[in-house]
């Protein structure tokens, strides 16, 4: 079956450094997106990757590595308003993506 | 540009009855997909359009059917509504199936009693 896990919920502190951790088992694989998703609205894309290695974009970067089916989002300078669910999602061999439950990020002042 | 609407915003239902759930997305994507989203559980796909006149099933299609007679609209029909249909399904759209970003819509959440 395909599987992707990643924490429930974390804490960190606001302008603190968190790492969501994303692993995965699946048929196939054409990419790895990250989204974002506040409480009750609809996700918002932040990152993709395809190739390994970190892929940066502000206060956001993405880590994928194929061999070792993980990827992390690594989260800077954290703010209030980063407070919200990260999905990590897989893209199968059939171009449908699969995802994972969500990691509800808690951010405390 | 609004991007993706969806209607209605919410709805409660009763089992049995038919629902259309609607779609429209101004950004001439070809690919659309509708997925459901319940608590604990990562988002499902139920089906997926690859270009207008196209459709295919996703993970979870059973009970539910949709069309695409053109790119902007493509409408999610629950035939008969049953309890477990209850949840919060998002319409979403991109390129093409093997683009690097999904676009989503607001969301409807559905209630079934």
């Known amino acids: 079956g395909q599987n992707i896990d990643q924490p429930t919920e974390m804490t960190a502190t606001e302008g603190a450094i968190v790492q969501i951790n994303c692993t995965y088992q699946t048929s196939g694989f054409n990419g790895l997106f990250w989204y974002q998703q506040h409480a009750g609205e609809a996700p918002t894309f932040l990152s993709y990757?395809?190739l390994d290695g970190l892929e940066e974009k502000g206060r956001f970067s993405s880590f994928l590595s194929r061999s070792k089916g993980y990827s992390y989002l690594l989260l800077k300078e954290l703010q209030m308003k980063d407070s919200a669910s990260y999905l990590c999602?897989?893209?199968?061999?059939?171009?449908?993506?699969?995802w994972g439950a969500g990691t509800k990020l808690i951010i405390k002042p | 540009i609004a991007g993706i609407t969806q209607a209605p915003t919410s709805q409660i239902l009763a089992a049995g009855r038919r629902m259309t759930l609607r779609c429209t997305q101004d950004m001439r994507h070809n690919a659309m997909y509708w997925y459901r989203q319940d608590l604990g559980l990562g988002l499902r796909l139920i089906h997926y359009?690859?270009?207008?006149?196209?459709?295919g099933k996703g993970e979870v299609p059973d009970g539910y059917s949709v069309s695409r007679a053109n790119t902007d609209d493509f409408p999610l029909t629950l035939a008969s509504a049953v309890p477990s249909q209850t949840s919060v399904y998002f319409c979403a759209s991109s390129e093409g199936l093997a683009a690097d970003t999904q676009y989503f819509g607001p969301g409807t959440r559905l209630t079934v009693l």
């Open positions: 999602a897989v893209r199968d061999s059939n171009y449908q993506l699969i």
């Open positions: 990757n395809v």
């Open positions: 359009s690859n270009t207008a006149g196209t459709t």
